[in-house]
């Protein structure tokens, strides 16, 4: 991954859609903010010493490390379970390391067409802000 | 549904409670910015192309329509399914659809009162923005 | 509700189906430990004493009372919403007294559709222990 | 709990991280927008007069009432379910009870480390919001 | 897909694990009877004549046919997606699609890893099901 | 731990409810059955060799281990959060180790209280058959 698409993917964690329903937050404040609370959020887990929660942190890391699948295939799996249990931060998360890995608007929305139709119309909300969220990240 | 009644809940649309814990949205531009963002969407769902996604939208469209039940009925049951299951946009939605058909208050806490009893008390900060959502609709 | 119907609902109240992919129990002597279970169960539950417990059970009880809107709809509601939180005992229980409601077949799968939609695929394996739970009840 | 102590948690109440993804809420206004926002609703409820609604909100304050267990537990399990549900404003409210009670941020941590190995990864978001709520709480 | 193969795994849809916490089913007549209960309630959906169901079911169909990501990749989201929701019965479904389209155990463990760390410890005993199921389905 | 009472448990854990809405197995060729089924998935999990997954069984059990809160609050917490996701298999594990640890009836109901209330009515079928494996565990 190049130097320029990591620094746009970190820009866009921040910009993805930010409340239930709301549209995607754009004040570039907001943005810095949100990035400050993630970071610090981060720190502060870490630094509170539980090792229950340390160790579950990088197991989560190393689960989406390629082995016999690869990267992309694990994303993209990563992403329909977060979608059919319906968690947008989770979906942003894998939306920008599916599009780190290489997949396309096509491949993504055959993965979304998974998640809607195991998941149904539930779903709807957050697939209008995945789609949302994806607009904005570099096209492949 | 008289035309003035289509264009209020139009506007309400976008006034419903919109982040977790928060109360509703007033700003006239906020209003204006989710109606974009939730038109921009729809149309970007669309404009993908990818089959099976529009036809679930075009089946999600008809599983309401009147049939041996009538529309209040199923929109009723589309309110209960969206409460227990805790997904606040498909609870505005169903609101919305419940007072176009007819749906008094009482009735609409009766429903309310099913979701909440079947989901418990994880379904409580949803009731209150569903309660709020309800305020801002035509009282009929 | 006439004491035939009574029993019969009484009687089908153990062989609906009675595990995960399973066929409907039909042995006589399975459905009389399984009825003897369920009382014995509710008994302990009442007899433990647990107030907040007892005091549940009273509310969901009078849930389902008719109000402005009539038993029929709340139990088609209940039955909505136990198909989409795929809870098989759940969705016997309300089928049972939808159709001692007076809730015709067609009337039961309109509602399993809006149970489907919004809940999406994992919801067909609890909906054909359903139509196999149906078939067994007195039809009207 | 000292009146100090409980006005400090009414504060908070309203501090907590209000929008999926979004940091704390920090501007008096908006905690006062929310604080009404809360009220109101409780309010409006409560006035609806649906009696099984009403009963509800009884039968949940009385759960959580000191018994064999002691309130700092039952608030302890409280919280594990609300993080394993992944209900924000759940999530809240049971932090600043387990506070009330004297949990200190080493056994709330313990608690977080049950919900995050029994929920899974997709609970890590409110993990973050539950963490920065926490730190807003009066220490211990 | 040989003839061979297909048999082999119409064999196995009726000797997965079929009940909670229960080892699989080994007794023919039991598979016979689920089985004939599958059918026949597959059948009797289709009957039943409801157009929302019975386009459901087609289109749960063809969003597993390959498109720009081939039928692995989709039935390995599909049984992710399966795990995390914690439903048997489709685990074992998508469980036998991926057998079918070439998925080793490796590739197998790799998505259940995925579903484990996403979904928590609650997803263990459909694990221990799934891996049941799989040491039934033809090695390759 | 005695010895003794390791054995009882270690009984038990087979004699659990095992179907949805059914009576708890009682022929000691089931349990035999179940026992051998639970100890060779363990086994067959393990022997697969998927890193991911081994760390974490390892992290799960650590999870439950004393620290600042006793084993006793924590199987409570895990007994709490098994209920309200529904999952009997985990109910049934966290009741027995909950017993191991001295928890009493009056204490074990006013966990289910909590579960109940926080998960509504969709967590009565699970509360019946908890209460059906606590009879059969020693009473303290």
Redesign the interface.
Request: hydrophobic share 40%; charged share 25%; aromatic share 8%.
């Given at each position: 991954m190049s130097r320029w698409f990591a620094s746009r993917l970190d820009y866009r964690l921040v910009t993805?859609?930010?409340?239930?329903?709301?549209?995607?937050t754009s004040s570039h404040d907001d943005l810095e903010?949100?990035r400050?609370?993630?970071e610090?959020?981060?720190t502060?887990?870490q630094a509170?010493g539980?090792?229950?929660?340390n160790?579950?942190?990088a197991?989560?890391a190393?689960?989406?490390e390629p082995?016999?699948?690869d990267a992309k295939?694990?994303e993209?799996?990563?992403l329909?379970?977060?979608?059919?249990?319906?968690?947008?931060?989770?979906i942003?998360y894998h939306l920008i390391r599916c599009r780190e890995e290489g997949a396309?608007?096509?491949?993504l929305?055959?993965?979304?067409?998974?998640?809607?139709?195991?998941?149904?119309?539930?779903?709807?909300?957050h697939?209008?802000?995945a789609?949302?969220a994806l607009?904005e990240l570099p096209r492949i």
């Amino acid at each position: 991954m190049s130097r320029w698409f990591a620094s746009r993917l970190d820009y866009r964690l921040v910009t993805r859609p930010s409340g239930v329903g709301m549209p995607p937050t754009s004040s570039h404040d907001d943005l810095e903010a949100f990035r400050h609370f993630r970071e610090k959020m981060n720190t502060a887990i870490q630094a509170a010493g539980n090792l229950t929660i340390n160790r579950f942190f990088a197991l989560d890391a190393r689960t989406y490390e390629p082995g016999v699948l690869d990267a992309k295939t694990k994303e993209l799996m990563g992403l329909t379970a977060s979608m059919v249990l319906r968690c947008d931060d989770c979906i942003t998360y894998h939306l920008i390391r599916c599009r780190e890995e290489g997949a396309t608007n096509d491949e993504l929305f055959e993965a979304f067409a998974v998640g809607l139709v195991v998941g149904g119309s539930i779903v709807i909300p957050h697939l209008r802000r995945a789609v949302a969220a994806l607009e904005e990240l570099p096209r492949i």
